[in-house]
């Protein structure tokens, strides 16, 4: 009988010690998975407030609206190029496989933003359509409407 008590309570501790390894495990993995969550979230909040304070101190809206008052005004063809460095949007660029952990409506905003800006730096790159040259003032509002949209997110992010 002894060692039958003995036999049941090995199990027992057995089957605690397996349960509680796995409890452990699985709350070590959730709560790495939100310390991960939440360094992605500010460090692409961070980056989305960057580049959303370069827009605007380097007035990128402005120039694209000149440029388009140009075009409409003389009806020359304008070419407005940006070097726009290809690690502009790292943060996102290093994260775009994670933004999916985050909660949906702000990797919604998240993926919106730095598909609007991006948008913009096609046209204002080598080969772009702005950086190539138009003659039609649509394409430069075009792209004043997608940083203003842009921005708008940018904003709703920080608040």
């Given amino acids: 009988m002894d060692i039958e008590l003995g036999a049941a309570i090995g199990g027992a501790a057995t089957i605690l010690a397996a349960v509680a390894a796995a409890v452990g495990s699985i709350t070590s993995g959730w709560l790495s998975r939100l310390h991960q969550k939440r360094a992605i979230r500010a460090a692409l909040l961070a980056e989305v407030a960057a580049l959303s304070s370069i827009i605007r101190r380097r007035k990128y809206r402005e120039d694209l609206e000149e440029a388009a008052e140009h075009v409409r005004r003389t009806g020359d063809q304008y070419e407005l190029t940006v070097p726009v460095p290809p ?56 792209a004043k409407d997608l940083l203003d949209e842009a921005l708008a997110v940018a904003d709703s992010l920080a608040s």
């Fill in 87 to 142: 690690h502009y949007c790292r943060i996102y660029a290093a994260n775009v496989t994670s933004v999916g952990l985050l909660e949906p409506a702000l990797a919604q905003k998240l993926v919106v933003f730095y598909q609007l800006v991006d948008s913009v730096v096609q046209d204002v790159s080598s080969g772009g359509v702005l950086a190539s040259g138009s003659d039609d003032p649509a394409d430069f509002t075009d």
